[in-house]
């Protein structure tokens, strides 16, 4: 924790799936983080807790349930409903992105966007700013730590991912 209060543009964590075996298929794992435990570890001075939720084949039917689970808490900033980056892969994930353009339009029959932020549509849902991002390109910077022990300064977490893997 102590490096991750050193951080000064906030915290971002990422949670596809509130089940085991779902979080298995798109991570790997079935545990799943303790939001009760860690939201309130990790709260920072800046206030600025974002939670990410990639939209695919597997959690599609769980992403608004997502939402709403997440929206409960205060300390969440927002959540950012993000496209599966396809700046490598995309002929292996197409599927994907028409789950998250059918996913979006659904969500516009119900909430309006509020405004538009460098390409991404910003809308209220269950009381908390949703961000849906269709990550394609971006001049962010990040820092990623994968449970594995794998650190990784490119922002594409898989590409990043596959880079210092190939490297080990």
Not at 71 to 79: G, P, R, T
Request: aromatic share 12%; with cysteine; hydrophobic share 35%.
């Amino acid at each position: 924790m102590p490096a991750i209060r050193r951080l000064k543009s906030g915290e971002g964590l990422s949670l596809h799936s509130l089940d085991s075996e779902t979080n298995f298929k798109i991570m790997g794992r079935r545990d799943l983080l303790d939001m009760n435990k860690l939201i309130p570890a990790i709260k920072s001075d800046t206030n600025h807790i974002r939670v990410a939720i990639v939209v695919n084949r597997y959690n599609k039917d769980e992403v608004l349930d997502i939402i709403k689970f997440l929206s409960k808490y205060e300390d969440i900033k927002y959540i950012q409903v993000r496209r599966i980056s396809t700046d490598t892969r995309e002929s292996s994930l197409i599927q994907d992105v028409e789950i998250y353009e059918n996913l979006f339009q659904e969500v516009l029959k119900k909430y309006p966007i509020k405004e538009r932020f460098y390409g991404a549509e910003r809308i209220e849902m269950f009381g908390k700013e949703t961000c849906w991002w269709r990550t394609v390109e971006t001049s962010s910077n990040s820092i990623n730590y994968f449970t594995d022990g794998t650190i990784s300064d490119n922002y594409f977490v898989v590409e990043g991912y596959l880079n210092n893997y190939k490297k080990a």
